[in-house]
């Protein structure tokens, strides 16, 4: 799930909007909200990015937390989880090289204004994973007003909310897709398909530009660290 244009939404005091100015020739630009150029601004937005984390592992983990009585205005809209055909069998999972403390219940990350939750498929887990993210966003945030002079939109994205929100057993986390039936990450067909062609294009290229070269190396390299 994602925040709509959440750097934006955010104000900047007068001494961090000093450390987020963008100067060209003898023009200078003060920015009055956050920007991605900001040099303070990305661990600024962890406190608020790490707090919706928290938070929603807390509703997870609170046995007091009726999902099905205390959920936001979008929870309700999600469509249902979707699972691999039974034919797929799970994967043996690999000894791990640290040690995780054990959760049954599911829990939430996030990446900026990517929030991410997994659970495992037990009791009411995914369901609640799935609502408790929405639910903190819609606490935290500035409730809409029809009534405001300049109009908003919802702090979640709802496009990306209909299209990603759903919870299923394979999924496209920060550009890799990742299966969790298989235990397995790798490349989308789409990137798949669009790198190879341009890697074919570069060896074909009478002469490569140097930044065509940094960007393939750029790409090996994620897919080299997929693989390990």
């Not at 200078?28 to 707090?51: E, H, K, N, Q, V």
């Not at 639910?135 to 500035?142: C, D, G, K, M, V």
Request: glycine share 4%; hydrophobic share 35%.
């Amino acid at each position: 799930m994602d925040l709509d244009s959440g750097y934006h939404r955010c104000h900047l005091s007068v001494s961090t909007a000093k450390e987020s100015i963008t100067s060209h020739n003898d023009l200078i630009y003060i920015a009055l909200r956050m920007t991605f150029g900001g040099a303070p601004c990305p661990s600024m937005w962890g406190y608020i990015s790490d707090t919706l984390a928290d938070i929603s592992n807390s509703l997870i983990g609170n046995a007091h937390w009726d999902h099905e009585k205390l959920f936001d205005p979008l929870s309700n809209t999600l469509q249902d989880p979707l699972s691999l055909p039974a034919s797929i069998p799970f994967h043996q999972a690999k000894p791990l090289s640290v040690d995780i403390p054990e959760n049954d219940h599911g829990k939430v990350d996030i990446y900026i204004d990517d929030s991410i939750g997994i659970a495992p498929d037990i009791r009411d887990s995914v369901i609640q994973v799935s609502k408790s993210i929405p639910l903190t966003i819609h606490s935290i945030a500035r409730p809409l007003n029809l009534s405001d002079s300049l109009p908003r939109k919802d702090i979640i994205s709802l496009k990306k909310f209909s299209a990603e929100g759903r919870m299923e057993e394979t999924k496209i986390i920060l550009g890799w897709l990742v299966n969790t039936r298989t235990l397995t990450i790798s490349l989308p067909e789409d990137k798949h398909t669009r790198w190879s062609t341009d890697i074919k294009k570069l060896l074909a290229a009478p002469k490569a530009r140097f930044k065509d070269i940094e960007s393939l190396i750029r790409r090996l390299n994620h897919v080299s660290v997929s693989t390990q």
